[in-house]
C-alpha cells in the first residue's frame, strides 16, 4: 500500500482511481491507513463477498490472497499481480501511463 501511495500522484495524472480492500473492518482500515500514511480509500470487504468473487480467497488461511488488479473503465481486469509480484505496482503504474490507457 504504501508504495501505491508513493505513486498516487502519478496514478492519478492518468485518470486512476486508487482503492484498497482488505477483510478487515471499516475502521481496521482506517486505523491502518492513518498508521502508514495512505490517503486512497480502503475499502472493507467484510464477510469476503467480493474477495471470494475475484477468485483470491484462500480457504487454508481463511484469508485474501496479495493481489493488485488493474480495472477498465469496462470492468474488465487488464493487469494483475499476485502473492510476491503485488508487492511492487510499477508494472501496474507502467500500465496506467501507457498512452492507450490515457484515451
Known amino acids: 500500500m ?3 501511495q508513493q505513486d498516487l500522484k502519478r496514478l492519478e495524472a492518468t ?3 486508487v482503492l484498497g480492500v482488505s477483510m478487515d473492518s471499516a ?4 486505523a491502518f491507513a492513518d498508521q502508514i500514511g495512505v490517503t486512497f480509500p480502503l475499502l ?3 464477510g469476503g463477498d467480493v474477495t471470494h468473487k475475484y477468485g483470491i480467497y484462500l480457504d487454508k488461511y481463511k484469508a485474501a490472497r496479495r493481489v493488485n488488479f488493474l480495472i477498465g473503465k ?3 481486469i487488464l493487469e494483475e499481480q499476485v ?3 503485488a508487492i511492487d505496482p510499477k508494472k501496474i503504474v507502467d500500465t496506467c501511463e501507457r498512452p492507450k490507457l490515457k484515451n
Open 44 to 46: 472493507s470487504d467484510w
Open 83 to 85: 502473492d510476491k509480484d
Open 15 to 17: 485518470d486512476t482511481q
Open 74 to 76: 469496462d470492468g474488465k
Open 27 to 30: 475502521f481496521s482500515n482506517k
Open 2 to 4: 504504501k508504495a501505491f
